[in-house]
């Protein structure tokens, strides 16, 4: 399957050059690094990018002070992580070999640098894009949480830190590794909450998903009364394809999501038929490379926020967030989406994330090892997740209310389902009833025809039967056919397809009445819609 992951030695050989190097001088200051002194600090923020003029760098790990690469950065490498691109805190420690000299160059200056030179953002991009992928598989990080696996509450961590391609590890409290840490920090390795570990010496106190992105720099706030040309709303496909295309054509553009980067398409496993990547891509990687490239072209993101209100003023919109800042922009894209359904199962809430699971990412499916596993849905979300976990589980079963699947999901699918003998298809079948202590046992399915019930033993159900679209924060700002999606073009008395009953406001993606719900119409949809939203802002310019 594609990901970010190029060999870093690969990426070695494509240093700056000459010329790019020129500009970082110019831009930076040459300075002298003395033998260990270390250049990123886990959980500190990042001001500059060192190109590296003369000696060696290497990642180490804090707690045990060893290297963690058999590799070390020379001369025409650069050290920084991927968050200086995005504001975000550094997750790995790196130090000096030996005596060296770098040019450190300010991170806004660096952006300036590669919002024109496009040759030397694309080698810097791909770069820092490739070692933040390799910390995430390598699980390399200097962020520790301390907890069992079983635990809820270090689960909602890890899968937080993984839809936002944070890289952290995990260490069970009994464990070597666990009691050295704490030791180091003077705290119990056998408290009974999970406990997050920055560095050494640091500890999140009751750490939960928005401290953790509060510590580590994910949070992207927003200033009050900011103004833009464009606030998308919804950082899925559609809405980061409409912040690249927004910021490739130099308008000033805001994206606004509440959770993290990727939306539902996020929690794909793995997507096989979008062009150009024959052997699949996860969700989280295809929007994390949008994201990035968002970046390089100066589009501003407040994460995770949630939009409340939209109001109109004239030829502006007001938007109010849950922070209770309110931005203004002249034209709004809504690309929210939509959200999971869930099922009117009783004890169904209380084994969400200890059982229940409505993602089924490299995250879920560790919980999915050696069970039988069990997927309700026949689309092609439940489709993709029934043949990435059979890789793990003991069987998948695949839960249809219908006697089919083939007006639900592509016909590849249904093929692969069919002939794979780790995978069973129950048709005309529901799920009655969940059972278990504190995390899920077994689950219930019932013949829909004969109402015969057959329990399975579980540790893993995934719900994957549709989602409602996000649109309750319009209050009757644009029209809504009668299932809430927002209505465009002819539908909504627009002359543009994306345009809504509200001039200035443009839908795209899964939240558009009538879209084809795919990723690949999404990202169209995305980078299409901005030229009208061009032709909306010249229009109310004269």
């Known amino acids: 399957m594609e990901s970010l992951a190029e060999n870093l030695r690969t990426m070695v050989r494509r240093p700056l050059s000459a010329h790019h190097v020129d500009l970082l001088r110019r831009a930076g200051d040459l300075r002298t690094v003395q033998t260990a002194e270390v250049l990123l600090v886990p959980g500190a923020a990042q001001s500059h990018l060192y190109y590296i003029e003369e000696g060696e760098f290497e ?9 963690v690469y058999e590799a070390t950065a020379g001369p025409t490498q650069f050290i920084a992580d991927i968050g200086l691109l995005t504001g975000s805190r550094s997750p790995v420690a790196v130090r000096a070999v030996g005596p060296s000299k770098v040019i450190a160059v300010p991170r806004d200056a660096l952006m300036d640098l590669m919002a024109v030179t496009p040759e030397m953002s694309d080698i810097i991009v791909s770069v820092l894009a490739a ?6 598989e390598s699980e390399s990080s200097g962020i520790t949480i301390i907890g069992r696996e079983d635990d809820r509450r270090v689960r909602d961590l890890v899968a937080f830190a993984a839809r ?8 069970d409290p009994d464990s070597d590794e666990a009691r050295a840490l704490t030791d180091a920090c003077g705290v119990d390795a056998s ?14 106190s009751d750490p939960t998903p928005a401290t953790l992105a509060d510590r580590m720099g994910l949070r992207l706030p927003v200033e009050q009364r900011a103004a833009f040309d464009v606030a998308i709303v919804g950082g899925g496909p559609a809405g980061i394809a409409a912040a690249v295309y927004a910021g490739a054509e130099g308008l000033r553009a805001l994206v606004i999501e509440d959770l993290a980067i990727g939306g539902q398409a996020g929690t794909s496993s793995r997507i096989e038929n979008y062009m150009g990547f024959p052997t699949g891509i996860s969700g989280a990687d295809l929007c994390w490379r949008g994201e990035i490239q968002a970046h390089k072209f100066g589009t501003r993101f407040a994460m995770p926020h949630r939009v409340c209100n939209l109001d109109v003023d004239d030829d502006e919109f007001g938007l109010t967030l849950d922070d209770g800042t309110r931005v203004t922009a002249r034209a709004v894209v809504v690309a929210t989406g939509v959200q999971y359904r869930s099922l009117d199962v009783e004890r169904l809430h209380d084994f969400e994330g200890a059982g229940i699971y409505y993602a089924a990412t490299e995250v879920e499916a560790r919980y999915a090892r050696d069970t039988e596993v069990v997927v309700i849905g026949g689309g092609n979300s439940a489709g993709q ?10 069987h998948v079963h695949v839960v249809v209310r219908g006697g089919s699947l083939a007006a639900s999901m592509s016909s590849y699918l249904v093929d692969r389902l069919q002939s794979d003998p780790s995978i069973t298809i129950h048709y ?15 689950a219930t399915l019932r013949d829909r025809r004969t109402g015969a019930d057959n329990t399975l033993p579980t540790r893993a159900v995934f719900v994957m039967i549709g989602a409602a679209p996000n649109t309750d924060w319009l209050s009757g700002t644009v029209a809504l056919d009668d299932k809430g999606f927002v209505r465009t073009g002819a539908d909504a008395g627009a002359s543009s397809a994306y345009a809504t009953s509200r001039p200035g406001v443009f839908a795209v993606g899964d939240v558009r009445a009538g879209s084809v719900k795919r990723v690949a119409s999404s990202v169209g949809e995305g980078s299409v819609v901005i030229s009208a939203v061009w032709s909306h802002l010249e229009a109310t310019s004269r």
């Open 428 to 442: 005309h079948t529901e799920l009655s009833a969940l059972q278990g202590g504190d995390s899920l046992e077994a």
């Open 385 to 394: 997740a029934a043949m990435y976990l059979c890789r793990a589980a003991r």
């Open 59 to 67: 990642v180490f790990d804090p707690a045990s002070d060893e290297r």
């Open 131 to 136: 070692r933040r992928r390799n910390q995430l």
């Open 191 to 204: 408290a009974s909450r999970p406990q997050v570990i920055i560095g050494t010496h640091e500890v999140l």
């Open 164 to 171: 936002n391609r944070l890289p952290v590890r995990r260490h």
